[in-house]
C-alpha cells in the first residue's frame, strides 16, 4: 500500500513537472529549421517569420539552414527532435514529394510532425540567363523544343519548389531538359549569369530581385494572375504553359510529433499574429506572395493539405518514370 501510495505521488509529481515546463515555455531560444540554403526566396521568408514569432513568443528565433538532399536533412532532423518545441521546421509543398522520391526517407510528412499550420503560398517565375537566345515565352518554348538536348535548368535538389516547377515546366513544352542540382537558388543564381547554366523556375521571393537588378530576364511567372511586381511578365495561360497554372507553392510551420498541445496552441496563436503582422505583410507583399486567412494557420488545414499533397506528388512522380533515390 505504501509503495502504491509513493508510485501515485511520483506520477503526480511528474505531470505536475511535466505542466509547469508546458506553462514556462518558451523559456529559452528557439531554432527554426530552414531546409533551403541562405539568400534564396524561402529563406527569406523563413526569417522575416521568425523575427514576427520572436516579437510574439519573447524569445530569440533563430533560422538554422540545414540544407542536403532536397530538403530531407533539414525535416529529418525536425522530425527525429526532441518534441519540446524548441526546434521547428518551416518547409513547402517540396516536403510532400520526399516518400516518392528519396528511399530510406525514416520520416513521414503526415505522421512524423505536428503540423502547426499554413503561412502563405507564392508563385514561381521562370527565369533565363541573359545568355539565353529568347526574348519572351513564346521564343523560349520555341528555343527549347529545338534544343532539348543541350538546354540546362537549375533546380534546388529533387523535391524542391525549384525541380516540381521545372517538372511542371518541360511538360507543358514538351521537351526534357538536362537538370542541375544546387543546394538552394543562391548558388544556382551565379551559374545562371555566369552562362553556365540557362533557365530556373525560382520563387518570385528570390527571383524578382534578381530580375529587377538585371542578372536574368523573367519568361512566365506561374499561377493565373499577373504579379504586381513585374506586371508586364505573361502568366501561365497567357504564355501557352497551361500546366504551370496550379503551381504555386505553399509553406507551413512544423514541430516534431509529441510536442505537447499546449505548445501547439501557443504556436499556432504566434503562427495567427505573424499573418496580421503588418511588417510580415509588407515583406511578403513585395514578394508577391499570399498570406493565408488565419483560419487556415491551425494544425489541421496544414495536415489535410500534407496528406492530399503527398498522395497528388506520389501519383504525379511515380507516373513521370522517376526513380527514388
Known amino acids: 500500500m505504501i ?40 529563406d ?58 528519396y528511399k530510406n526517407l525514416q520520416f513521414d510528412p503526415v505522421k512524423s510532425y505536428e503540423h502547426i ?34 538546354v540546362t535548368m537549375a533546380s534546388s535538389g529533387m523535391g524542391s519548389g525549384t525541380h516540381l516547377c521545372a517538372m511542371l515546366f518541360q511538360k507543358a513544352v514538351g521537351a526534357q531538359v538536362t537538370m542541375v542540382q ?7 543564381y551565379a551559374d545562371i549569369q555566369s552562362g553556365r547554366v540557362d533557365l530556373m523556375c525560382d520563387s518570385t521571393g528570390g527571383s524578382v530581385a534578381q530580375v529587377k537588378g538585371g542578372a536574368v530576364n523573367a519568361f512566365v511567372v506561374t499561377g493565373n494572375k499577373r504579379i504586381s511586381s513585374l506586371p508586364s511578365v505573361p502568366y501561365s495561360a497567357e504564355g501557352g504553359l497551361n500546366d504551370l497554372g496550379a503551381m504555386t507553392v505553399w509553406y507551413g510551420l512544423f514541430a516534431p510529433a509529441g510536442t505537447p498541445k499546449p505548445i501547439v496552441d501557443r504556436l499556432s496563436g504566434a503562427l495567427q ?20 486567412d488565419v483560419k ?22 511515380q507516373a513521370s518514370g522517376l526513380t527514388p533515390q
Do not use: C
Open 273 to 292: 499574429a505573424a499573418i496580421r503582422d503588418p511588417e510580415v505583410i509588407s515583406k511578403m507583399n513585395s514578394w508577391d506572395a499570399t498570406l493565408y
Open 182 to 188: 544546387y543546394k538552394g537558388s543562391a548558388p544556382a
Open 44 to 101: 527569406l521568408m523563413a526569417r522575416v517569420l521568425a523575427e514576427s514569432l520572436r516579437r510574439n513568443l519573447g524569445q530569440p528565433v533563430t533560422v538554422a539552414n540545414v540544407t542536403g538532399a532536397g530538403s530531407v536533412l533539414g525535416s529529418r532532423q525536425v522530425a527525429q527532435a526532441a518534441p519540446d518545441g524548441y526546434m521547428l521546421l518551416m518547409n513547402h509543398i517540396g516536403l510532400s514529394t520526399a516518400p516518392a522520391l
Open 3 to 42: 509503495r502504491l501510495f509513493a508510485g501515485m505521488v511520483t506520477g503526480l509529481l511528474m505531470l505536475t513537472g511535466s505542466a509547469s515546463a508546458q506553462d514556462a515555455w518558451p523559456s529559452k531560444p528557439i531554432t527554426l529549421v530552414m531546409p533551403y540554403a541562405v539568400g534564396g526566396g524561402a
Open 117 to 150: 499550420g499554413l503561412i502563405a503560398e507564392i508563385p514561381m517565375l521562370v527565369v533565363g540567363g541573359k545568355h539565353v537566345p529568347a526574348k519572351d515565352v513564346k521564343e523560349l518554348i520555341e528555343y527549347v523544343r529545338k534544343n532539348k538536348d543541350k
Open 296 to 317: 487556415y494557420a491551425v494544425p489541421s488545414a496544414l495536415r489535410d493539405t500534407m496528406a492530399k499533397n503527398v498522395a497528388l506528388w506520389t501519383q504525379l512522380i
